[in-house]
């Protein structure tokens, strides 16, 4: 059973930073993306970041130059580094992996493709 964890998760305040992190275990595929999205109360679920199985990287364009996503192979792990947070990213972040054969470009803007996901974790940012 594929199994994603994340951590990381608190409150901030504006101008903060914040590393979430997600272990993925049991993914039964090789070349597939690993994703961060977020949903804020009252919104739609969007895309923060994607990065897929060679290592490029798709940001979504609120978070471009503030947010890092990367992973670790070798842990089966994929991290979110959040700096300079605004009280506009506050939300229930989720990993999720999938995107089989898709680039990272491409799998950002297709949660659809994404099959499984954590649990999520909760982002604050106070002003």
């Known amino acids: 059973q594929v199994q994603l964890v994340e951590s990381g998760g608190g409150s901030v305040q504006t101008g903060g930073s914040l590393r979430l992190s997600c272990v993925v275990s049991r993914f039964p595929y090789s070349n597939y993306c690993m994703g961060w999205f977020r949903q804020a109360p009252g919104k739609e679920r969007e895309g923060v970041a994607v990065?897929?199985?060679?290592?490029?990287?798709s940001y979504g364009d609120s978070v471009k130059g503030r947010f890092t996503i990367s992973k670790d192979n070798a842990a089966s792990t994929v991290y979110l580094q959040m700096n300079s947070l605004k009280p506009e990213d506050t939300a229930i972040y989720y990993c999720?992996?999938?995107?089989?054969?898709?680039?990272?470009?491409?799998?950002?803007?297709?949660?659809?493709?994404?099959?499984?996901w954590g649990q999520g974790t909760q982002v604050t940012v106070s002003s």
């Open positions: 999720a992996a999938g995107g089989v054969e898709l680039t990272a470009i491409e799998a950002l803007g297709a949660m659809g493709e994404f099959g499984y």
């Open positions: 990065i897929d199985s060679v290592g490029r990287t």
